[in-house]
């Protein structure tokens, strides 16, 4: 149903004090800003080593994906099955995706070899028709044994009701992971986008203490995937990833623990610890890595001290997209002195409930906006000339040359991703940049962010 749209600001802005928990803003008509900045489908399927994506799907569709696969120089890696109107009602469409894809891998063959697993993208469509994908699938895998099929799809409508496409093409990948031994003190990091920073908290906790951290996004092999099959603890910091690390407990028994994204001392502390807890410590261990973690918090509050000397009383702008915890790390800031003024994000995830209590308490006149809400078409993008904006939406909405561009964390985790903050906090200030050319990508603002 169309929506006449109003000139309504309130619609998409209001103070934090207002707002309502976890959903602010109506899910009703919403827009897409120029500014996405995140990760999609295609983005993490390409984290999966020597595999293939083919999406079969109307030419409508079609065209976002294939854009973010020529975006990241990876056209070899991908294929599309294209559906057209006819093939609703005339074709037999079990049928088109079996030869579609037989054709496809046949070709692929002849210019070099198979790859050697393929993430096949179903689409909403194929739910309308009723399509026997069992079947699809049964016998793609018997024409191509030695090729692993992952059981995607790329189906939005459902994403309210069901598995958000995401979320499904996680648990899809890491179910190519087959039974295998246990290697023991072995971690797998599971549905990360960007490659884990050695330097991240529980990166350095894991080699101290003598275990083998396992991360897909740095294997240039499928073996090397295969491998994470036999690691005895999975650890997850993507809220996404929570269907894979399920399954994966189910099918192969591997432990998981969730190390999510905060960012205030007491909070990482207390993950921490639930780390040390896993990983079989003696007491001389154990001891000497609460000793290592007291440091880090220490060059972390050190790093925030310097990081407002220098900001001052800098309005700052927060989005969404640069952590999966806003509020959290909106509450260290303010606790810190920092003066943060905008919110951008048009929901919370429900572990964030206690962070905003406490920021409509002691910051509730901060201003809270919508990203999605199409009355961010009209509303003037300006803020203070000097805001510091964390996030591209930010960065975009503010329209400053101020800000620090990040996605989903960049990959740091704890104290450790705090201390780096503060120093990219202070890079921002000193050095401005044009905010176009880091938004005009929907890769982090690069050829690609992989």
């Known amino acids: 149903m169309l929506q006449r749209i109003h000139g309504r600001p309130s619609r998409a802005c209001l103070l934090l004090r207002d707002a309502s928990f976890p959903a602010p803003f109506p899910h009703e ?60 009602v005339q074709t037999d469409n079990e049928q088109l995706l079996i030869q579609g894809v037989t054709d496809i891998l046949q070709k692929l063959q002849h210019l070099h070899k198979l790859p050697r697993a393929v993430l096949l993208f179903p689409a909403c469509v194929h739910h309308f028709l009723g399509c026997d994908l069992r079947y699809v699938y049964k016998t793609l895998r018997e024409r191509f044994p030695e090729i692993g099929f992952a059981e995607c799809f790329m189906d939005p409508i459902r994403q309210t009701k069901s598995l958000t496409p995401e979320e499904r093409l996680r648990r899809a990948i890491f179910r190519l992971l087959p039974p295998q031994g246990k290697a023991p003190r072995t971690a797998n990091i599971i549905g990360s986008n960007l490659k884990t920073d050695e330097r991240s908290d529980f990166a350095r906790l894991l080699q101290q203490s003598g275990w083998v951290l396992r991360d897909m996004t ?191 964390g960049g990959g740091s985790w704890g104290f450790a991703a705090v201390t780096e903050l503060a120093r990219l906090m202070t890079d921002a200030c000193r050095h401005p940049q044009a905010i176009r050319p880091a938004v005009s990508r929907k890769g982090w603002g690069g050829p690609s962010i992989l």
Request: proline share 5%.
């Open 29 to 88: 008509l919403e827009y897409s800003p120029a500014c996405r900045g995140t990760w999609n489908i295609v983005h993490t399927g390409m984290t999966l080593p020597e595999s293939h994506q083919i999406f079969a799907c109307a030419s409508g569709c079609l065209r976002g994906v294939v854009l973010t696969a020529a975006e990241m120089g990876l056209m070899e890696r991908f294929s599309s099955i294209e559906l057209k109107e006819r093939d609703l």
């Open 218 to 408: 740095r294997y240039d092999s499928y073996d090397e995937f295969l491998k994470m099959g036999g690691s005895c603890l999975n650890l997850y910091t993507n809220p996404f990833s929570l269907p894979a690390v399920r399954d994966l407990k189910k099918r192969l028994g591997q432990d998981c623990l969730y190390l999510p994204q905060v960012w205030r001392a007491a909070d990482i502390e207390a993950t921490l610890q639930s780390l040390l807890a896993c990983l079989d410590l003696t007491m001389a261990q154990r001891t000497a890595a609460e000793q290592e973690i007291q440091s880090w918090q220490r060059q972390a509050g050190q790093a925030l001290q310097a990081a407002k000397r220098v900001i001052g009383t800098r309005p700052l702008a927060l989005d969404l997209t640069f952590t999966f915890r806003p509020l959290n790390l909106a509450r260290l800031l303010i606790e810190h002195g920092f003066n943060v003024t905008r919110l951008y994000s048009d929901a919370f995830l429900p572990e964030e409930q206690d962070d905003f209590c406490w920021l409509q308490q002691h910051a509730g006149t901060l201003e809270l906006f919508a990203t999605k809400n199409p009355d961010m078409r009209i509303l003037p993008r300006s803020s203070s000339p000097d805001t510091l904006a964390l996030g591209q939406k930010a960065a975009y909405f503010c329209d400053t040359p101020y800000f620090v561009n990040y996605v989903e």
